[in-house]
């Protein structure tokens, strides 16, 4: 047992990480008319807005709000017209 302790802590350093040569699959359901992966990220705070072009968008964006509030705590207000920068849309 002391054995397979060992070797199975040998595989594991603390602070490191392992790079995958592709892009992790997106899970995304539906499916968007097109992807564009790249390399970076966003901030998500209560400041951003989902923007919504038309008003037949708006309760959409309400219930995006409301899942984005229930998975992560941060609540982006619903807004409609035209989307500023940093405003999801």
């Not at 392992?18 to 699959?25: G, I, N």
């Amino acid at each position: 047992m002391k054995h397979l302790l060992l070797a199975s802590a040998a595989f594991v350093v603390p602070g490191s990480h392992v790079l995958a040569a592709e892009p992790p699959a997106l899970n995304l359901v539906p499916w968007p008319k097109t992807v564009r992966t790249a390399e970076g990220g966003c901030f998500l705070g209560n400041a951003n807005r989902i923007a919504a072009a038309e008003p037949r968008l708006e309760p959409l964006a309400q219930v995006l709000s409301d899942e984005i509030y229930l998975i992560s705590g941060v609540r982006p207000l619903p807004a409609a017209g035209t989307a500023k920068p940093g405003d999801i849309e």
